[in-house]
């Protein structure tokens, strides 16, 4: 008998071994094809967080290297948009209003670039934090521009954001890398955002008494208990709500002619109240003219 392995050509002999190599690798368990190993990122991300006041700041970047580089004017160019880091677009996230180096930004998550130059650098905010690195860019969609002069440090490796100088009311975003630092002064009206704080809060504070009333009432509880909470929260607040539950307090003390008076101001108070409207127009109505009836 022929040996036909001695006569088969090579490329022929290669395809088979190929075929017999797929079929292995197949049957080897999923461990043994596992993909590449997780490595170190040249430019690994990175995010700085700072709360002033009431407001919380974050950056997130990429923070490359510099690796005996010369950084700026070669590896970073003059007069170029710059990401302001590696990958994706530097952010910067606000969860209040505040104000950039002057100009009044809106709660949000913006893309951070910059156009480094010899002596004075552009900061840009822009509202497309999406963008690709430089890549769909457009200056139309800038919220802040401010030129800063950079300062000399001591020398860093890696890019890094920093929040420094930190009040209630005011911090300083600083960029560093290699021997140069730029500042941005960002600032917040923490005081007029708790004064609004304040403002609900104690606007809110009849709630609470109208919550205990009307349970109180719901309930069979004391209704001279119910009545002085009632009369707190319609003194904190005058509403619907609390004007008619203080009628139904009322009229179930069997003072019915004071109870009319109290509805009356709740229908006053829930004119063009949706809820008023589509859910208890019609009850309170029927219960004044119930209250009116001689008993």
Same mark, same amino acid.
């Given at each position: 008998?022929?040996?036909?392995?001695?006569?088969?050509?090579?490329?022929?002999?290669?395809?088979? $071994?190929?075929?017999?190599? %797929?079929?292995?690798?197949?049957?080897?368990?999923?461990?043994?094809?596992?993909?590449?190993?997780?490595?170190?990122?040249?430019?690994?991300?990175?995010?700085?967080?700072?709360?002033?006041?009431? =407001?919380?700041? %974050?950056?997130?970047?990429?923070?490359?290297?510099?690796?005996?580089?010369?950084?700026?004017?070669?590896?970073?160019?003059?007069?170029?948009?710059?990401?302001?880091?590696?990958?994706?677009?530097?952010? $910067?996230?606000?969860?209040?209003?505040?104000?950039? %180096?002057?100009?009044?930004?809106?709660?949000?998550?913006?893309?951070?670039?910059?156009?480094?130059?010899? %002596?004075?650098?552009?900061?840009?905010?822009?509202?497309?934090?999406?963008?690709?690195?430089?890549?769909?860019?457009?200056?139309?969609?800038?919220?802040?521009?401010?030129?800063?002069?950079?300062?000399?440090?001591?020398?860093?490796?890696?890019?890094?954001?920093?929040?420094?100088? =930190?009040?209630?009311?005011?911090?300083?975003?600083?960029?560093?890398?290699?021997?140069?630092?730029? *500042?941005?002064?960002?600032?917040?009206? =923490?005081?007029?955002?708790?004064?609004?704080?304040?403002?609900?809060?104690?606007?809110?504070?009849?709630?609470?008494?109208?919550? *205990?009333?009307?349970?109180?009432?719901?309930?069979?509880?004391?209704?001279?208990?119910?009545?002085?909470?009632?009369?707190?929260?319609?003194?904190?607040?005058?509403?619907?709500?609390?004007?008619?539950? !203080?009628?139904?307090?009322?009229? !179930?003390?069997?003072?019915?002619?004071?109870?009319?008076?109290?509805?009356?101001?709740?229908?006053?108070?829930?004119?063009?109240?949706?809820?008023?409207?589509?859910?208890? !127009?019609?009850?309170?109505?029927?219960?004044?003219?119930?209250?009116?009836?001689?008993?």
């Amino acid at each position: 008998m022929r040996d036909t392995s001695r006569t088969m050509s090579i490329p022929h002999r290669w395809a088979r $071994l190929a075929a017999a190599a %797929a079929v292995v690798a197949c049957a080897l368990p999923a461990a043994a094809q596992q993909a590449a190993p997780e490595l170190p990122q040249a430019s690994p991300k990175a995010r700085v967080e700072q709360q002033v006041g009431l =407001t919380e700041l %974050a950056v997130a970047y990429n923070s490359p290297g510099v690796k005996g580089r010369a950084v700026w004017g070669e590896l970073v160019p003059y007069d170029e948009l710059w990401r302001t880091g590696a990958n994706a677009a530097t952010m $910067l996230e606000a969860s209040r209003d505040f104000t950039f %180096a002057g100009t009044k930004v809106p709660a949000g998550t913006y893309a951070l670039y910059t156009i480094p130059g010899k %002596a004075t650098w552009t900061v840009i905010l822009n509202k497309n934090p999406g963008a690709n690195g430089t890549r769909g860019y457009d200056e139309k969609n800038d919220v802040a521009r401010v030129a800063v002069t950079p300062t000399t440090i001591p020398a860093r490796e890696r890019l890094a954001f920093l929040f420094a100088d =930190t009040t209630d009311d005011a911090t300083r975003l600083d960029l560093e890398w290699d021997t140069l630092r730029v *500042s941005v002064p960002v600032t917040v009206d =923490t005081k007029a955002q708790a004064m609004a704080n304040i403002d609900k809060a104690v606007g809110d504070a009849w709630r609470p008494h109208f919550a *205990s009333a009307r349970y109180l009432l719901d309930s069979g509880g004391n209704l001279d208990q119910a009545s002085g909470y009632i009369e707190t929260s319609i003194a904190i607040k005058p509403t619907w709500w609390n004007s008619w539950v !203080k009628a139904q307090i009322l009229a !179930k003390q069997g003072k019915r002619s004071e109870a009319v008076v109290a509805a009356e101001e709740a229908q006053k108070l829930g004119t063009g109240d949706e809820i008023f409207e589509g859910f208890f !127009k019609a009850p309170v109505a029927k219960a004044i003219a119930d209250w009116k009836q001689p008993s």
